[in-house]
C-alpha cells in the first residue's frame, strides 16, 4: 500500500458560524469557509507539500446530505499542541462537552480524547504525549 486508506473527511454541521468559532477555538487554527457546489464547507488547513501524511477534510453544512451525531463513524484529529489535554481544555470553553478524557491508547501509537462538538458530532484528538 503506497499510502494510508483515509484522504479525506467531512464533519456535518448544523450552524457553520458556530462550528468555524468551536473549531478554530478548540484547535487554534484558521478554518477558511467557501460555497462549493452548493454546500457550505469550512477547509481545515492542510499541508500543501504533495508528500506530507495524514489527510486533511472539512466541516459541511448541507441538511439534504449531512446529519451530525454521535453515532457512527469516529474521526480523530491531531493535536496541534502534541497533548490532547490542551485541545480538551478548550472543549468547553468553547460550546462542547468533554466525554473521554487523556488515555493512553499504546506506548507506541500514543494518547486519545474525545468530545461532542457544538454540533452534536463525537470527534477524538490524537497525540503521541
Known amino acids: 500500500m503506497k499510502s494510508n486508506m483515509l484522504c479525506w473527511f467531512e464533519i456535518p454541521v448544523k450552524d457553520m458560524n458556530r462550528a468555524v468559532k468551536f ?3 478548540v484547535f487554534n487554527i ?28 472539512s466541516l459541511i453544512y448541507n441538511p439534504k ?3 451530525a451525531g454521535t453515532n457512527g463513524v469516529l474521526i480523530y484529529l491531531s493535536s496541534q499542541e502534541n497533548d490532547v489535554n490542551v485541545e480538551l481544555g478548550r472543549v468547553e470553553a468553547a460550546g462542547g462537552k468533554p466525554i473521554v478524557e487523556k488515555m493512553q491508547i499504546t506506548e507506541e501509537i500514543g494518547y486519545m480524547a474525545a468530545f461532542i462538538d457544538t454540533e452534536g458530532n ?3 484528538i490524537h497525540s503521541k504525549n
Open 65 to 67: 446530505h449531512y446529519n
Open 23 to 25: 473549531y478554530q477555538e
Open 30 to 57: 484558521k478554518i477558511d469557509v467557501q460555497e462549493f457546489c452548493g454546500t457550505q464547507m469550512g477547509w481545515f488547513p492542510f499541508a500543501k507539500d504533495k508528500d506530507a501524511a495524514g489527510a486533511s477534510g
Open 122 to 124: 463525537r470527534i477524538a
